[in-house]
């Protein structure tokens, strides 16, 4: 079992950057894969994000390459979700997820693991 919490989102201006931590506690974390997906109101979960158990493969959304980037530190068991350039469309509850099953690592529904959520409000 693996249990996820969500860190680092806050209320911040169009432009401003913020840095995402999950934090895993459980056994065998480094050895899955991660991914951040946010949502807001009324609609689905969306994918932004995912990385291999090593760090080494990263993919993403296409809306948001160059912006955003996800990171992973095995030694303290810790995702990270860097986002820059921020836009009030971020505006979202931004989840960590865990433990994919398959390769389709932008399907909400093959991960494992979920985080309560983090909210994150971009204001103009």
């Known amino acids: 079992q693996v249990q996820l919490v969500e860190s680092g989102g806050g209320l911040v201006q169009a432009g401003d950057s913020l840095r995402l931590s999950c934090a895993a506690s459980?056994?065998?974390?480094?050895?899955?894969?991660a991914a951040w997906f946010r949502q807001t109101p009324g609609t689905e979960r969306e994918f932004v994000a995912a990385?291999?158990?090593?760090?080494?493969?990263?993919y993403y959304a296409d809306s948001l390459k160059g912006r955003f980037t996800i990171s992973r530190d095995n030694a303290r068991n810790t995702v990270y979700l860097e986002m820059n350039s921020l836009k009030p469309e971020d505006t979202a509850l931004y989840y960590c997820a865990a433990r994919l099953l398959g390769d389709e690592r932008s399907n909400r529904n093959h991960y494992i693991y979920w985080g309560q959520g983090t909210q994150v409000t971009v204001s103009s």
């Open positions: 990385i291999n158990w090593n760090g080494g493969s990263t």
């Open positions: 459980g056994r065998r974390f480094d050895t899955y894969g």
